[in-house]
C-alpha cells in the first residue's frame, strides 16, 4: 500500500534531488567529524562560534541545576519560567522594541506570526526569494499573497498599487537571504511600506548577532528599527542556541500570546536553552570584537573566491553561494570537497530555484586564517576538475 513512497523516493535519486543526513560527532566548531574523517566546517549556520562557547555551556548547565531540564508545560499553563522574560527583555533591547515573545523556532514563529495577523481580507506580500517557513505561513494565514521578484521594488510597487481593495497589506522579507547572503532593500521597503500603508515585518534570522554595530540585525545596520513594526530572528545561528523570537510592540506580543497557535499549543522553551540565549546576548555585548572577526574573516574569504573566479552572485555577507547550476554536478562538487577535507553543503531545489543548485559556503568567526586558506585551494583544485571554473 505505501509502494508510492518508494517510486517517488527513485524518482527523487534520478533527478539528483534525493538528500540523506549526514552524522557529525561533537560540537560546531572550525572543524568536525564526518565518517571518522575530521574535516573543516563550512556550513554551519553558528558564524560567531558561539554553539561551543563556555559561557553559553555554564549558564545552560546552571540553568538545569536551579530549573531541571524540562519547563513542563505550555508557558499559558505553568511553563513560563521567569527565565522567559528575562530574556524577552534583553531581546527587546537589542532590536530596540517595547517588547518581544519567544517562539520555540524559527519555523514555529513565522508561521504562528504570519497566519495569527493576516486573514481571509488582507494582502502579503513577499519577496521570491523568502525562507520556506514564511512561504508556510503564508499558506496557512488564507490572506492572498503576492510574490515579487527577488528584491525587484519596481514590481513591488505594481503590486501594491493594485492592493487597495484588502483590510490590512503586510511586506515580508529575509533580512539576509538564507541562501544568498545578499541583505534586503531595507530604505526602500520602508518608504513603499509607508506609502501603501503596509505593515513591514523583517525575518532576522541570520542577520541577529551579525549586522549593525550591536550585531542588532537588519534594522540597525539600516539605522531603520523602529520603521520594522514585526522583527523576528533565532537563536540558532549566529546566537548558537536554540528558539526564536518576535520583538515588536506590547499590543503584538499580547495579540500573539492570545491567538498564536504555534506560541500557544507548545510546551515552553527548556530552561537550559533560554539561559543559553540570555547569555549569547550578553557576550554579543561584551565582546564585539567576535562580530569584527568574522566580518575580517568574510572580507579574506571573499576575495578570495572572487579571485578564483567562481559566480558567489550578489552575496554581501558571511553567507557565500558559489553557483553551480546543475543539482547533480553541485552534490558531485561537494562529495569531492569531503574527500579534500573540506564540508561544504550542496542545496538544491526547492531550496532554491530549478537550475540554481549551489553550494552554499558559510564563515565562521572561529575560522582560523590557514583553515580559510586551506578550503579556497580545496575549491580551487575541485572546480577546475569540474569545469566550474
Ligand atoms: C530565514 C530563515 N527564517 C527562519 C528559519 C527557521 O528557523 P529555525 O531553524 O529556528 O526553525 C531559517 C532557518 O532555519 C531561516 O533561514
Not at 184 to 197: D, F, N, T
Not at 222 to 243: H, N, Q, V, W, Y
Request: proline share 3%.
Amino acid at each position: 500500500m505505501m509502494d508510492f513512497l518508494n517510486e517517488q523516493l527513485e524518482s527523487l535519486k534520478k533527478a539528483g534531488l534525493y538528500r540523506a543526513l549526514k552524522s557529525l560527532r561533537g560540537p560546531q566548531t572550525a572543524t568536525t567529524i564526518i565518517d571518522e574523517k575530521r574535516v573543516l566546517q563550512f556550513s554551519s549556520n553558528n558564524y560567531l562560534g558561539l554553539a561551543d562557547h563556555p559561557r553559553l555551556k555554564a549558564a545552560a548547565q546552571e540553568a538545569i541545576n536551579n530549573y531541571g531540564s524540562g519547563s513542563g508545560a505550555s508557558r499559558l499553563i505553568c511553563g513560563n519560567l521567569e527565565l522567559n522574560e528575562k530574556l524577552e527583555g534583553k531581546i527587546a533591547k537589542l532590536k530596540k522594541k517595547e517588547n518581544a515573545l519567544l517562539f520555540n523556532t524559527g519555523y514555529m514563529a513565522n508561521i504562528g506570526i504570519i497566519s495569527t495577523l493576516m486573514g481571509e481580507e488582507d494582502v502579503i506580500f513577499s519577496d521570491e526569494f523568502n525562507h520556506a517557513s514564511i512561504i508556510d505561513g503564508c499558506m496557512m494565514s488564507k490572506a492572498q499573497t503576492r510574490v515579487y521578484p527577488h528584491k525587484d521594488m519596481d514590481a513591488l510597487e505594481d503590486l501594491l498599487k493594485e492592493s487597495k481593495q484588502f483590510k490590512h497589506r503586510l511586506i515580508v522579507t529575509d533580512g539576509i537571504f538564507s541562501m544568498d547572503g545578499d541583505i534586503v532593500s531595507l530604505p526602500e521597503l520602508v518608504s513603499l511600506a509607508k506609502q501603501y500603508e503596509c505593515m513591514l515585518m523583517v525575518d532576522d534570522a541570520h542577520a541577529t548577532g551579525v549586522l549593525g554595530a550591536n550585531g542588532g540585525g537588519t534594522g540597525e545596520h539600516f539605522s531603520l528599527e523602529d520603521k520594522i513594526d514585526i522583527s523576528m530572528g533565532t537563536f540558532g545561528k549566529a546566537l548558537g542556541g536554540f528558539g526564536a523570537f518576535v520583538a515588536g510592540s506590547h499590543m503584538l506580543r499580547e495579540f500573539l500570546i492570545n491567538r498564536a497557535r504555534t506560541f500557544i499549543f507548545t510546551t515552553g522553551l527548556p530552561p537550559a536553552v533560554i539561559a543559553s540565549g540570555i547569555a549569547a546576548l550578553e557576550l554579543l555585548e561584551m565582546e564585539p570584537e567576535i562580530r569584527a572577526k568574522l566580518w575580517e574573516n568574510v572580507g579574506f574569504f571573499k576575495n578570495g573566491i572572487k579571485e578564483l573566479g567562481f559566480d558567489t552572485l550578489n552575496s554581501e555577507t558571511q553567507i557565500i553561494p558559489v553557483l553551480v547550476g546543475d543539482a547533480s554536478l553541485t552534490m558531485q562538487m561537494g562529495e569531492m570537497l569531503l574527500k579534500e577535507g573540506v564540508f561544504i553543503q550542496g542545496i538544491r531545489p526547492p531550496a532554491v530555484a530549478q537550475g540554481s543548485s549551489r553550494l552554499r559556503i558559510t564563515i565562521m568567526a572561529t575560522h582560523a586564517r590557514g583553515e580559510l586558506e586551506f578550503a579556497l585551494k580545496a575549491l580551487e583544485k575541485v572546480g577546475k576538475s569540474l569545469g566550474v571554473i
